[in-house]
């Protein structure tokens, strides 16, 4: 395990663990936090040997958001670096294992990660308007793909908080787990996630599509396909016996 400044690092067959660890004020993201998570996220991203991320924190709570004394201690300088947008531009797939209340900011990161996985302790809120500032990570964008935009406006305006329970519901994560269960949950998922160049094309055909219509991202796949120099026919059929044996155990 590797110790940054306030994350804990950890690798184990191609998976990365990022782990969040602030408990003593909420894991509440300072400047220097957020511009290493994102410096991390890129190294993470150009590591050919991690096929997997899982974003997690200390409990029992996930993250507060930004660290709003040390915005004021800082006055008008803020960081420029954004670790939902790098989060985003990532071709590494990432799993975000909430494991307590996600507020704000960490909202708009849980948002931009591959998917969600919720521990049944688990709340979710955005908490922006009530401080007087609109979200700048993506939130307003992201969490109506998500759950819609009347629940979306929902949440927004009142920064109530949404439990795991209706979270699922809402489409706003994947998963609700027993709390204990989190982190072996979100392991095994990694562990099932495919070792092929395409995962990233996949997850980038996913992220392109949000932004057509239906036509429009019928065509841009059916180009990318057309136009894909890696496809081998042996190891396309060795490929297909494999997860045929794999799905029949």
């Not at 004021?72 to 947008?85: F, L, T």
């Not at 629940?151 to 908080?161: K, L, P, V, W």
């Not at 094309?201 to 932004?211: I, K, N, R, T």
């Amino acid at each position: 395990m590797t110790q940054l400044q306030h994350f804990q690092v950890c690798d184990d067959d191609g998976v990365r663990t990022i782990t969040i660890d602030r408990p003593e004020v909420k894991n509440a993201l300072t400047k220097t936090m957020r511009d290493g998570l994102c410096d991390l996220l890129a190294a993470t991203d150009a590591d050919s040997s991690i096929g997997v991320v899982i974003i997690t924190a200390v409990d029992p709570v996930f993250s507060a958001g930004v660290d709003f004394k040390d915005i004021a201690a800082a006055g008008a300088e803020s960081s420029v670096m954004n670790p939902a947008r790098a989060l985003r531009e990532m071709a590494t797939p990432v799993i975000c294992a909430v494991n307590g209340a996600c507020v704000s900011g960490a909202l708009e990161i849980a948002l931009s990660c591959s998917f969600v996985i919720a521990s049944d302790r688990a709340r979710f809120a955005d908490t922006h308007a009530r401080l007087g500032v609109i979200a700048g990570w993506g939130l307003t964008a992201l969490l109506p793909q998500a759950i819609g935009v009347r629940r979306a406006r929902q949440m927004s305006i009142t920064g109530d908080f949404v439990d795991a329970t209706t979270a699922l519901a809402w489409g706003l994560v994947n998963e609700v787990v027993p709390h204990g269960s989190l982190r072996d949950r979100a392991i095994e998922i990694a562990s099932h996630v495919a070792t092929t160049a395409a995962v990233g094309e996949v997850l980038a055909l996913y992220d392109c599509g949000q932004s057509l219509t239906i036509n429009e991202a019928l065509t841009v796949e059916a180009e990318a396909a057309r136009d894909r120099r890696t496809f081998d026919p042996a190891a396309f059929a060795a490929a297909g016996r494999t997860t045929a044996a794999r799905q029949r155990t």
